[in-house]
């Protein structure tokens, strides 16, 4: 993490990019308030998706060429351990942010106040797990040169359960409807991925260091 | 010395175990999926123009499909092949990490081009058939979306083979993938079913309810089991070939093409 925080700029990326992202759609489709506050929800995460997976391709990259990888495999310590303290130190600095800046995008597309709070707790539930998923993708891609094409191939199908709730749950409470259990399975979700994830993640590492 | 006999013949007295492990040594499974793959595709070609003359001809139509049902047959087999693909893939998959098996490994990178071909089918087919039926060649119904995302499962899997260079690598990498795969695939199937319920109100369900006639039913099953014998004898053949490039400089190579000319 404090290596991220060495280079600033490109820390500014991924919220950078869901700026942008999310500010094509009103351009695209028509500023018309209640067509966006409509589509808000699978804009947001869509765009939310998009910048984790592009962030993402940094988070073993720079390890795997100068070698720290493999210094961490032959350390002793559990390769498990590693991959989730790098995978939960890339989320607080590529995810955080969009959460954090994720009320300026509600109101951009407005978002009913209802499900603006909903927004954010699905965000902070649901950015986690792509990321401890992403880790498994980008730990099978980190030695290709061109692994971050390939990467979104394999982890947005996996990606399809996380959207469709976090989106459902955003559009529960815009319609004034409960939307709590969208939030339990989100956060079985991430319970589920952060116990098995880390493991998958240092077996791909293991293999593409072979 | 009595004691060391005793070790050394113990694992041949399972005939089971000692057929797989043989299996395990590429020259052994080279000879013995030569023997295998002809009488496969016969079995296959049986069946499948058997399945195909039961389901063209003799099956009555649909009163409510009418001719387009046909499409069934075949769209229905390739349906439940495309699911039972990915599974044995993540199955050979998790054999070829745990115990390190190099045959496993080709088997499950050998089954995903096939379990692939079998999604596009599948979405084609159905495709086909909803024009008639439904009046569109694609919804978003539950079924096909799962299916499109086992279709992008299957292609991850390909693509991450295809793009490691080294083979060996590359198959372990594609399994460990598979088997993520597999892990996600309920519940992505189940998400996306629900997602539909939820935005759809009402789904159209294929076979729905009614009980199925036996004159439909059977070129259904025949065509099923066909469908097997042509992923074994298709998986046998691209397993043969992976392994000749793989194996290319070693000497079993050298004999059995000497063999065989």
Redesign the interface.
Known sequence: MLLAFRRRTELMFPVLFLLVVVSLFPLGIGPSPQLLARIAPGVIWIAALLATVISLDALFRTDFEDGTLEQFVISGHPLTLITLAKTVAHWLVASLPIILLSPLLAIWMNLPMESRGVMMMTLALGTPILSL?GS??VG??V??K?GGQ?LS??V???Y??IL??AT?AMMAASDGLPYAQFLGLLLA?LILSLT?APF?AA??LK??L? | MNMKTSRKTKPRKNPLLMFIHKMGSPPWFYQFSGKLIPWFWLIFAVLATWALYLGLFKAPADYLQGESVRIMYLHVPAAWMSMLIYSLMAVMGFIALVWRIRMMEILAIASAPIGAAFTIVTLASGSLWGRPTWGTYWVWDARLTSELVLLFLYLGVIGLYKSIDEPRKAARAACLLAIVGAVNLPIIHFSVKWWNTLHQGSSISLLGGSSIDASMLWPLLIMAVATKFYYGANLLTRARVSLLEQDKRKSWVREAIMEQD
Do not use: K, N, Y
Request: hydrophobic share 65%; glycine share 8%.
């Open positions: 998923i498994i993708g099978l891609t030695s290709l061109r390939l191939l394999l947005f199908p996996l399809v359960p469709i709730i459902a979700g098995l998958a077996a791909a293999i593409s072979s």
